[in-house]
């Protein structure tokens, strides 16, 4: 999921699903957004190089995003607000280039 005029993930209103084993990048908005009640999984994805955050979650959004590669975006690496409330489990990051901003 690459080159979106916006996310390449945008998960909204009580969504869900999983989304594994992916690479998300060079997206205009967010790599992936999860807002409005929903609550995917995210797992073993790589999502970088977007021109915003990594993974974006808010208005009581919740998920959990797990063994994701999260580098080399604009903005952070995750950001939370709104109320967002996910399950953020083993990260990795070997550049350890990403910025973090958790805010709720």
Same mark, same amino acid.
């Given at each position: 999921?690459?080159?979106?005029?916006?996310?390449? %993930?945008?998960?909204?209103?009580? *969504?869900q @699903?999983?989304? +594994?084993? $992916? #690479?998300? =990048? /060079?997206? &205009?908005? !967010?790599?992936?957004?999860?807002?409005?009640?929903?609550?995917?999984?995210?797992?073993?994805?790589?999502?970088?190089?977007?021109?915003?955050?990594? %993974?974006?979650?808010?208005e009581? *959004?919740? @998920?959990?995003? +797990?063994? $994701? #590669?999260? =580098? /080399?975006? &604009?903005? !952070?690496?995750?950001?939370?607000?709104?109320g967002?409330?996910?399950?953020?489990?083993?990260?990795?990051?070997?550049?350890?280039?990403?910025?973090?901003c958790?805010?709720?």
């Amino acid at each position: 999921m690459h080159d979106g005029k916006q996310s390449g %993930v945008f998960v909204d209103e009580n *969504g869900q @699903g999983t989304v +594994e084993d $992916c #690479d998300i =990048f /060079g997206n &205009a908005s !967010a790599g992936v957004i999860i807002q409005q009640g929903s609550n995917p999984t995210i797992r073993r994805c790589k999502i970088y190089a977007g021109n915003n955050c990594g %993974v974006f979650v808010r208005e009581n *959004g919740q @998920g959990i995003v +797990e063994n $994701c #590669d999260i =580098f /080399g975006n &604009a903005y !952070a690496g995750v950001v939370i607000k709104q109320g967002g409330n996910p399950t953020i489990h083993t990260l990795s990051n070997p550049r350890w280039e990403t910025k973090w901003c958790l805010c709720r």
